[in-house]
Each structure stands twice: as C-alpha cells, then as structure tokens.
C-alpha cells in the first residue's frame, strides 16, 4: 500500500491536471461566445438575435460553472496540503493526455467549436451523429509505480474526475492523515457574500473531509463531467441541443462575427495555429484585456489563499475578484476584441480575447508584496484604458470601461492593511 504521502503527491498531480482543463475550457466557451453577433445592425433578424443571445446565456452558463469547478478544484488542493493551480500553456495548444483531434484552441462560435466543446462534457459510453474516432496520443507503458501516478490517457474531461472519485473512495487513510490543509482557505458561498448560489452564480461549498471532498467532484461529474448518463442540464447535453440547432438552420446562416483563430498579441507565444494581431490599436486592447485577466487571477489567488488579508482586503476581494471584474471589465473587453480588425497581415478578419498564458507576476506568498502588486496594476490598466480611450471617443464602450476601471482603482487604493 502506498504511503499517505504518495497517495497525496498523486492526487494532486491529478487535481493539477483537472485545474488546467478547467481554466482551458472556461476560457475556450468565453471566446466562443464573445464572437456571437449581438445585434440586427450585423445581419441577423430579430428571430434569429433572440436565439443567438439563448446560445450567448448558455454559452457563458456553462462557463461560468467551469469557473465554479475550477474553485472546486482548489478547494480540493488547499485541503489535502497543496496550493491552488490558476496557470496554463498559451492557446493553441494539445493537452498531453488528450485524444489528438481534441486540442485548446480559441475559436469563434461555429459547427466546429460547437462539435470539439460536445466531445470535451461527452458522458461515458455515450454517441451520437457527431461522434467521431478517438485519436490518440502514444504514451509509454503505464507506469503504476510512478510517484505521480496518472492515468495515461482519457477522452473526456469527465474521465479525470471518475477516476480522482475512485481513488477517494477507496483511499484506506483516514480524514485527519489526508485533509492536512487550513480550513480559513477554502472559498465557499460564505466568503462569495452570497449564502445562496453564490458570489455571480458561483456555488462553491467547502472541501475538508472525504464526505465534502466527494461532493465536490460529485457536483462536477453530475454537471456533464464524468457522468455516464445524459443531463438534461449537463453541458454535454447543452452544447449538443445547440449544435443540432445551429446545423439544421439554412444555408448562409452566420451568427458569429469573422472573428480570427487564436489571436495574439507576443510572437514569443506563437504556436502552431496562433496568429499575431497586427493592427497596433487592437493589439494594446487586447494587451488590455491579458493585463485584467492576470489581474483577475491574481486576486482570485490571493482570494484562496488568505494569507492574512486584513477584512477590508479581504472584503475588497470578495466584492470584486468576480463581479464586477468578469462582467464589467473581461467580458466587456473581450467582446470588443471581436469588433476590431486584426490587421493588414488577416484583411476581413476581427480579432479576439488572447488569454494568453498568466505570467501570474501578481501571486506572491508575501502579502504586503502581493497587494502592492495589486494596487499597482490598477493604476496601471486604468491609466492604459484612459489613453486607449482618448485615443477612440467613437467606442463607447472602451469610454465605460476607461471609468470602471478608474473606479476600482480609487477602491483598491483606499484598501487599508490592518
């Protein structure tokens, strides 16, 4: 029988690996409904935009509760002594224990994207028409010894998490041997200021026992990750009511902006299917946008570690790590992107939200360093968007967002450190 500590060492190599898909997928169906047309100035009927903001909902639905998975898996890391894994490889990219055909990509909302986000939630066993051949990777031998053992291949998200819940369940050590880690940690709906559903719809209860620790991966597989039946609610069977629809409607049919495949902003980040975004206005919003989704990462760190944030920090955070900076300032940013050209070297093609991969320069176990850090992005975005926005009175909502993050600015300068 392995030691406690081995068994530790490989359940959170696996949690590692479910944290990355978590945040790889969340950030693939955010693009996807980003690039969705949002009025009848873009050619759609008033039909045809009602249906497209129901995708736009779901879309951003399912996003949201990959989010939600995403803090259960800290939750589950914090508890058994790890730390939480917020980082990930740059899009485009083939996840190493993935079938070939499935790999992260940025794609605009299309037959395509919608058929790849089918195949990540497919339950267990199940097909239908859009099913296709696994590819797979070579792999060695599996190793069952391996300190961090793994399960060398699955092809689904689900199947990473069927196999954490065995290993839970059959774990012969007792609670207090493996929950090692500090319950002031854990982000639950408490301390998302909602004793409901949560902080923006986020539900997330804490992990601190085995009971606890199943419930959590039980909420993720019955929410289409894992599961060996069909949800109605799941996101399997959300994403596939969608494809259906969308494949059935008429020819020239086309609910999506011409948004770009994997847009980028640093050369150094190029890999095979990314593409820079030549047009120098776009490429500083959507530099923009990459500093505010860092900053957004930064402050959900420091929101699972609590190392010693004073209440007014840590009110500060519980306010504002994901309303308003998701839906005041990602998304809205990140749907700009898909309005603004690429530039001279993609000639009728929009760009798009980067994500490209967190630096994560704002997580440092030091908090005084962490919130100066913090309180310097601010500055710093707020001042970027401003001149951004000086420099295009014709957008709108760049104006908007030049206030906003202004605002919080001035909010995140008045934090005091007790």
Not at 68 to 93: D, I, K, Q
Not at 145 to 168: K, N, S
Request: charged share 25%; glycine share 6%; aromatic share 8%.
């Amino acid at each position: 029988m392995a030691s406690v500590g081995r068994f530790r060492e490989q359940m959170l190599t696996c949690l590692t690996v479910g944290a990355e898909l978590e945040h790889a997928l969340c950030c693939q169906y955010l693009f996807a409904a980003f690039s969705l047309k949002k009025s009848v100035q873009e050619d759609l009927s008033w039909a045809d935009l009602e249906t497209v903001r129901e995708w736009t909902a779901a879309l951003l639905l399912v996003a949201r509760q990959e989010m939600e998975h995403l803090g259960y898996v800290c939750n589950l890391m914090t508890a058994l002594g790890g730390t939480p894994h917020l980082e990930r490889a740059s899009f485009p990219y083939a996840q190493g224990y993935w079938p070939t055909h499935l790999r992260f990509e940025l794609k605009p909302f299309s037959v395509e994207s919608l058929t790849r986000f089918v195949e990540y939630e497919r339950p267990q066993g199940v097909r239908d028409e859009f099913s296709r051949p696994v590819e797979r990777f070579p792999h060695p031998p599996s190793a069952s010894q391996r300190f961090t053992e793994m399960p060398m291949e699955f092809e689904a998200v689900g199947d990473i998490y069927a196999h954490i819940q065995r290993r839970l369940e059959s774990c012969p050590y007792d609670d207090e041997a493996l929950f090692v880690g500090p319950r002031r940690a854990q982000i639950d709906n408490e301390l998302l200021g909602n004793d409901r559903r949560g902080y923006a719809g986020v539900n997330v209860n804490p992990v601190v026992d085995r009971t606890s620790a199943l419930a959590a991966v039980g909420q993720i597989i019955e929410e289409g990750e894992g599961s060996t039946t069909v949800c109605p609610t799941g996101h399997y069977q959300i994403f596939l009511d969608i494809l259906r629809d969308l494949v059935s409607r008429p020819a020239g049919f086309s609910p999506a902006r011409p948004v770009a495949d994997n847009p980028c902003v640093r050369p150094a980040a190029l890999a095979g299917g990314a593409q820079v975004i030549s047009d120098p206005f776009t490429s500083r919003v959507a530099d923009l946008f990459d500093g505010c989704y860092e900053l957004m990462l930064g402050m959900l760190y420091r929101f699972s570690i609590q190392s010693e944030e004073s209440p007014e920090e840590m009110a500060f955070l519980q306010r504002m790590t994901f309303f308003p900076m998701m839906t005041q300032i990602i998304r809205p940013l990140g749907e700009l992107l898909t309005e603004l050209p690429m530039g001279p070297d993609h000639p009728g093609l929009n760009a798009g939200p980067t994500f490209e991969r967190p630096r994560m320069a704002l997580v440092s176990s030091h908090r005084l360093g962490a919130w100066t850090m913090i309180r310097e992005r601010f500055q710093d975005l707020s001042h970027s968007c401003q001149k951004l926005a000086d420099r295009r009175s014709d957008l709108e909502r760049l104006q908007l967002l030049a206030q906003v993050l202004k605002r919080l600015s001035m909010l995140c300068q008045g934090v005091r450190a007790c």
